[in-house]
């Protein structure tokens, strides 16, 4: 096999506790001519020294110290150092298994591929595991395909840690529709854009990476307006770079509904929740909802919680109740 450098980007914030073992779990990767660039994101609670205890007993390791920034941020400082002919993205309060690069690279090798792709592991504190998805299969995907495939969410999860990229892809900030201010579903964003460029990706559904749910990561933090914001400006950007006529606008579209469905539902930002209502009955009445939708479902929950919410609250508080399904991310 081919021995191209990958640059492994490591964005840490505030994770002085968590940080070790990822770093270890990438410093124990099989595959082993990679760098490590790990972005210290203006972290307070000891993070910089662990990073530059790290570098100092590990040549793989380049740290990067700037001001806060977000996530975004961080990556862009890693990416502009990066050497590799290839990009990987680790979370650092997350960790991954030793073969993880190993395998990713051999089949972007095989397959000639842009983006090689896997599944993974969500771990919750209790220690229990659920699989997205494990299924062990290999799956081809043209550009077009797997643009659809990461926009229905069927098995393409829209994170970056699971992807390994070539380095030729990462000129998205040049992209009219990428927006650096974005800190929830960048992630959706940065696939669009980075699929939209890959002519082959390839998905082996095994899972060595681990994601960590934990209290105070950025998916259970207590809810901030961009939580409830950011995700309808990504769908919004993508919807603007689409053609009406193709099969991804519907895809995206009913994607969109779903968002504002849940943030008209949502009870923290009260004029986020009314402006998400308003805008579905618009969509109703100037029939984008009937055209483009692609879910009856979805079309029906539209309608019922623009014209009807206290109803769809009720249903979908005794779905709740019997499902547990509200629950699930509680920490």
Not at 133 to 152: C, I, K, N, P, S
Not at 183 to 206: G, K, M, T
Request: charged fraction near 20%.
């Amino acid at each position: 096999m081919n021995t191209p450098l990958i640059s492994i980007i490591v964005p840490a914030y505030n994770i002085k506790d968590f940080l070790p073992r990822c770093l270890d779990s990438i410093i124990a990767q099989t595959y082993t001519n990679i760098e490590i660039i790990v972005v210290n994101d203006g972290s307070t609670d000891g993070t910089a020294e662990v990073i530059n205890e790290y570098a100092q007993k590990c040549n793989l390791i380049i740290p990067i110290h700037q001001e806060n920034g977000g996530v975004s941020s961080a990556r862009m400082a890693g990416i502009e150092i990066a050497q590799g002919e290839f990009i990987a993205f680790v979370d650092g309060d997350d960790y991954i298994e030793p073969c993880m690069y190993e395998r990713l690279l051999s089949n972007a090798i095989k397959y000639n591929a842009d983006i090689s792709h896997c599944g993974y592991k969500m771990i919750f504190p209790d220690g229990h595991e659920d699989l997205y998805y494990g299924t062990g299969r290999t799956v081809v995907q043209t550009r077009e395909q797997g643009l659809f495939d990461l926009l229905t969410g069927e098995f393409i999860e829209p994170g970056l840690c699971n992807k390994l990229f070539k380095s030729h892809l990462m000129n998205f900030a040049l992209s009219e529709i990428w927006d650096n201010s974005i800190r929830i579903n960048e992630d959706l964003l940065l696939n669009y854009i980075l699929f939209s460029n890959a002519n082959v990706s390839i998905f082996h559904d095994i899972t060595p990476y681990h994601y960590i749910l934990r209290k105070g990561s950025a998916a259970t933090s207590k809810i901030h307006r961009y939580k409830i914001t950011d995700p309808i400006k990504v769908l919004k950007l993508i919807i603007s770079d689409i053609s009406p006529h193709s099969i991804l606008y519907s895809v995206v579209y009913t994607r969109y509904i779903r968002t504002l469905i849940s943030v008209a539902t949502q009870k923290d930002w009260q004029e986020d929740a009314d402006n998400a209502k308003n805008n579905l009955r618009s969509e109703i009445k100037n029939k984008h909802l009937k055209t483009f939708c692609s879910s009856k479902k979805v079309f029906l929950m539209a309608l019922c919680v623009a014209y009807a919410l206290p109803l769809y609250k009720f249903i979908r508080f005794v779905y709740d109740k019997i499902t547990g399904v509200s629950k699930k991310y509680e920490l």
